[in-house]
Protein backbone atom coordinates (compact mmCIF):
# COMPACT_ATOMS: atom_id res chain seq x y z
CA UNK A 1 0.00 0.00 0.00
CA UNK A 2 1.22 3.63 -0.98
CA UNK A 3 1.20 5.99 2.32
CA UNK A 4 2.74 9.47 3.60
CA UNK A 5 2.72 10.04 7.37
CA UNK A 6 3.48 13.07 8.80
CA UNK A 7 4.33 13.57 12.00
CA UNK A 8 6.09 16.01 14.33
CA UNK A 9 3.58 19.11 14.35
CA UNK A 10 2.92 20.67 17.32
CA UNK A 11 2.44 23.93 19.21
CA UNK A 12 5.12 26.46 19.05
CA UNK A 13 5.69 29.74 20.26
CA UNK A 14 6.76 32.61 17.89
CA UNK A 15 10.98 32.41 17.23
CA UNK A 16 10.71 28.93 17.91
CA UNK A 17 11.15 25.59 16.32
CA UNK A 18 10.16 22.08 14.99
CA UNK A 19 10.89 19.47 12.57
CA UNK A 20 8.32 17.55 11.03
CA UNK A 21 8.93 14.08 9.31
CA UNK A 22 7.08 12.14 6.44
CA UNK A 23 7.51 8.60 5.98
CA UNK A 24 6.62 6.76 2.79
CA UNK A 25 5.52 2.91 2.57
CA UNK A 26 5.16 0.98 -0.30
CA UNK A 27 7.25 3.00 -2.42
CA UNK A 28 10.89 4.30 -2.70
CA UNK A 29 10.62 8.16 -1.94
CA UNK A 30 14.47 8.60 -2.97
CA UNK A 31 13.57 8.04 -6.64
CA UNK A 32 10.56 10.58 -6.52
CA UNK A 33 9.61 14.25 -6.19
CA UNK A 34 8.63 14.79 -2.76
CA UNK A 35 7.66 17.97 -1.48
CA UNK A 36 5.75 19.88 1.58
CA UNK A 37 2.57 22.00 0.92
CA UNK A 38 0.72 23.53 3.80
CA UNK A 39 -3.26 24.71 4.34
CA UNK A 40 -4.53 27.52 6.57
CA UNK A 41 -8.03 28.39 7.53
CA UNK A 42 -9.82 29.74 4.89
CA UNK A 43 -6.75 29.70 2.23
CA UNK A 44 -5.95 27.91 -0.41
CA UNK A 45 -3.16 24.93 -0.46
CA UNK A 46 0.69 26.26 -1.07
CA UNK A 47 4.04 24.69 -1.48
CA UNK A 48 6.56 25.55 1.23
CA UNK A 49 9.41 23.45 0.09
CA UNK A 50 10.14 20.46 -2.18
CA UNK A 51 12.69 18.57 -4.20
CA UNK A 52 11.50 18.99 -7.64
CA UNK A 53 12.69 15.61 -8.71
CA UNK A 54 14.45 12.56 -7.31
CA UNK A 55 17.82 14.20 -7.98
CA UNK A 56 16.52 17.69 -7.96
CA UNK A 57 17.69 20.37 -5.89
CA UNK A 58 15.55 21.71 -3.13
CA UNK A 59 13.21 24.96 -3.32
CA UNK A 60 11.69 26.73 -1.51
CA UNK A 61 8.48 29.30 -0.96
CA UNK A 62 9.81 33.18 -0.46
CA UNK A 63 7.85 33.42 2.78
CA UNK A 64 10.05 30.58 4.84
CA UNK A 65 13.53 30.94 2.22
CA UNK A 66 16.14 31.20 4.85
CA UNK A 67 13.54 29.62 7.80
CA UNK A 68 12.79 26.11 6.45
CA UNK A 69 15.12 23.21 5.28
CA UNK A 70 13.66 20.16 3.48
CA UNK A 71 16.25 17.02 3.35
CA UNK A 72 15.39 13.39 2.89
CA UNK A 73 16.74 10.53 3.99
CA UNK A 74 16.71 7.38 1.66
CA UNK A 75 17.80 4.30 4.16
CA UNK A 76 15.03 5.66 5.96
CA UNK A 77 12.57 6.53 3.36
CA UNK A 78 11.52 9.66 4.70
CA UNK A 79 12.04 13.36 4.21
CA UNK A 80 12.19 15.99 6.85
CA UNK A 81 11.22 19.76 6.97
CA UNK A 82 12.91 21.68 9.61
CA UNK A 83 10.94 24.91 10.79
CA UNK A 84 12.99 27.52 12.62
CA UNK A 85 12.28 31.18 13.88
CA UNK A 86 8.76 30.30 13.33
CA UNK A 87 5.62 32.92 12.58
CA UNK A 88 2.36 32.72 13.47
CA UNK A 89 1.59 33.50 10.02
CA UNK A 90 2.88 29.99 9.68
CA UNK A 91 -0.29 28.45 11.39
CA UNK A 92 -1.39 25.63 8.87
CA UNK A 93 -1.91 21.44 8.66
CA UNK A 94 1.46 20.59 6.61
CA UNK A 95 1.07 18.12 4.30
CA UNK A 96 3.58 16.46 2.28
CA UNK A 97 3.10 14.75 -1.31
CA UNK A 98 5.21 12.67 -3.63
CA UNK A 99 5.11 12.15 -7.52
CA UNK A 100 7.61 11.83 -10.48
CA UNK A 101 8.02 15.73 -10.39
CA UNK A 102 6.86 18.90 -8.42
CA UNK A 103 6.75 22.67 -8.89
CA UNK A 104 5.60 24.21 -5.35
CA UNK A 105 3.35 26.31 -8.12
CA UNK A 106 0.92 23.69 -8.43
CA UNK A 107 -0.89 21.42 -6.01
CA UNK A 108 0.55 17.93 -7.10
CA UNK A 109 -2.23 15.15 -7.89
CA UNK A 110 -0.34 12.16 -6.37
CA UNK A 111 0.22 10.74 -3.22
CA UNK A 112 -0.45 12.91 -0.05
CA UNK A 113 -0.14 12.50 3.76
CA UNK A 114 -2.66 13.43 5.94
CA UNK A 115 -1.11 16.35 7.32
CA UNK A 116 -0.13 17.06 10.93
CA UNK A 117 -1.16 20.49 12.21
CA UNK A 118 1.44 23.63 13.24
CA UNK A 119 0.27 26.01 15.61
CA UNK A 120 2.61 29.09 16.24
CA UNK A 121 1.33 31.19 19.23
CA UNK A 122 2.00 32.55 22.40
Known amino acids: QVQLVESGGGLVQPGGSLRLSCVASGFGLEYYAVGWFRQAPGKEREGVACFSSSEGPAEYADSVKGRFTISRDNAKNTVYLQMDSLKPEDTAVYYC???????????????WGQGTQVTVSS
Open 97 to 111: ASQSVISLDYVPTGT
